[in-house]
């Protein structure tokens, strides 16, 4: 018998020479691939460089960081001869110093139009099956559909037109334009509110007070499909929608700018309209602004958090995957309540109005968690110090929480049960899906500052990705599963996801060390307040030589 391994006198150098080649190309294969690497992390390092350093020149003169000793309060000499404005000290037009009643306004409306954005996101859910039936469409596949189109405008708003489609894929059609239209509350609300409110505190109760929105709307939605459907029709559905649509409206015309750039520009446009010759500029207007810097920073900046920025990569995957069982909750519950138990649309759409009370309930342990953590601080405790302490806790309560919920919903689930003990895990899934959300944008927020807004961004463009996707397989999830079969596998990978808060604990501060676009943060943000405290001293030097001088006349 031949000896497999046994090789003639010939063979062996061959092989050798055979092996010793592709040990050298899968080298060299491994080099470039190495080489390739290392340049795409140096070319996105310097975009995130440049990016950062011209955000933070932007911040320093808006607010009246001088770059010479000579600078005036709130006006300072730029390149060229023109002069700069920045805010005043308790500039009245600055949105941070506007009035409570005009700030109060404003977070009102803009709640508003956040319910409205996210209760059309759900509001076919229970007229479903009654526009499938008038259209002959029969495949499951397709019965998710209308949200899942609506999600898909919110990655990429005439409600009216879904409530005229003369068929299904005109109703497919108008549904994405509608939530594309939609999306533009949800990408712009969080911003606002960092606009208003300077304290992090005040933020981030606002925060908290946008995000309930953000669950209430689609929770109210499928009551409204799900009585409609049942005695007036599905259009009305979508009527009902346009009406709630047009009282938002008529208070979201009255919304006034609040992004502090755009506000300088505009008193620069009126000193220069009041006097031609004047050579008055905000900071911004002097930015360049071409379609290069578009392109290679500000489009490209959320994918790159996405790619190179650890906390914003755990943490949009965690949300998405949240947020898609909350959604994945459109299917599921006419399966466990209506197939279930036989409940009608109208009282199964009353069964979401446990999560809303979930939802509620977070927003007191919110602020609770402040009052917590501000005696703290005001005891000098060490740990307020760090900076995932002050949302990430709020997660580490509101992941199990959720994960609880899944398995109860499913466990309890069954024709001899009542009904109302899988209604109520509700409660805990609407409480955990806010704090989790709650917990993690604000932390993404405070991590990076004034790039919070990408940040975000690439945390909501995911989770609706994420959205559009999953739930299309609930129904066949449930089917071959079962209910108890789903929401376990839906809560076990809850559970271990919740593992990423616990983890920003115990090692957010040495990932933030080691992100580079951290440490550019940092870098600039200290050089900013190095420069505003030798601001401070200089006034200090000159108030007090403006004294000595005074005293000198008075004797004389």
């Not at 003169?61 to 023109?82: A, K």
């Not at 953590?373 to 060490?382: M, S």
Request: with cysteine; net charge neutral.
């Amino acid at each position: 018998m031949t000896d497999p391994n046994a090789t003639g006198p010939g063979l062996r150098p061959q092989l050798d020479h055979v092996t010793t080649n592709v040990s050298s190309r899968s080298y060299r294969s491994i080099r470039r691939l190495d080489t390739g690497l290392s340049h795409f992390s140096e070319l996105v390092q310097s975009i995130s460089n440049q990016d950062v350093e011209a955000r933070y020149r932007v911040e320093e003169e808006d607010n009246r960081v001088p770059t010479d000793d000579t600078s005036e309060p709130s006006h300072f000499q730029g390149s060229e001869g023109r002069t700069i404005i920045s805010w005043e000290v308790n500039d009245k037009e600055n949105p941070y110093n506007w009035t409570l009643g005009r700030k109060a306004f404003i977070v009102i409306s803009s709640m508003a139009t956040v319910a409205n954005s996210t209760l059309g996101s759900s509001l076919p859910s229970m007229a479903i099956p009654y526009m499938t039936k008038e259209w002959g469409v029969t495949t499951q596949t397709q019965f998710v559909l209308p949200i899942s189109t609506y999600l898909l405008g919110y990655v990429f708003g005439p409600i009216f037109s879904c409530a005229l489609s003369p068929n299904w894929p005109a109703m497919l059609v108008f549904r994405f334009f509608v939530g594309a239209c939609a999306s533009a509350p949800i990408a712009v609300v969080s911003g606002i509110l960092a606009d208003l409110f300077n304290d992090p505190v005040t933020r981030g109760r606002a925060m908290a007070c946008f995000m309930a929105m953000t669950a209430l709307g689609p929770l109210l939605a499928p009551i409204i499909s799900g009585f409609c459907s049942t005695s007036i029709g599905w259009r009305w559905t979508f009527w009902i929608g346009l009406i709630i649509a047009g009282a938002t409206l008529t208070m979201a015309l009255f919304l006034p700018e609040t992004y502090a750039p755009v506000l300088l520009s505009q008193r620069a446009a009126k000193i220069r309209k009041a006097d031609p010759k004047a050579q008055v500029y905000s900071a911004s207007e002097l930015e360049p602004h071409d379609l290069t810097q578009l392109f290679t920073r500000v489009l490209t900046r959320p994918i790159r958090m996405i790619l190179t920025e650890l906390i914003v990569t755990a943490t949009c995957l965690y949300l998405s995957l949240v947020y898609s069982i909350f959604y994945m909750s459109f299917q599921a519950f006419p399966i466990i309540f209506q197939n279930v138990y036989g409940l009608s649309p109208g009282v199964t759409g009353l069964c979401y109005l446990p999560i809303g009370a979930g939802a509620i309930l977070s927003i007191p342990i919110f602020f609770a968690y402040d009052h917590i953590i501000l005696n703290a601080k005001a005891r000098g405790e060490p740990w307020t110090n760090k900076e995932e302490y002050r949302r990430v806790p709020l997660a580490c309560l509101g992941g199990p929480l959720f994960a609880i919920s899944l398995f109860w919903l499913g466990w309890s689930a069954r024709p001899s049960v009542s009904f109302v003990a899988p209604m109520l895990a509700g409660i805990p899934f609407g409480a955990g899906y806010m704090l989790i959300f709650m917990a993690l944008l604000n932390y993404l927020t405070d991590a990076y500052e004034i790039f919070a807004a990408s940040a975000n961004a690439a945390a909501s463009s995911c989770r609706s990705v994420f959205a559009v996707v999953l739930p299309l397989a609930t129904t066949p999830m449930f089917a071959r599963l079962g209910v108890s079969g789903a929401c376990s596998l839906l809560g076990g990978l809850s559970l271990l996801m919740s593992i990423i808060p616990f983890i920003f604990i115990w090692k957010g501060e040495d990932i933030r060390a080691r992100s580079k676009f951290c440490i550019a943060l940092k870098e600039r943000k200290l050089e900013m307040e190095r420069k505003n405290e030798e601001e401070k001293q200089r006034k200090a030097r000159d108030n007090s030589s403006g004294g000595i001088v005074e005293e000198k006349e008075t004797e004389v």
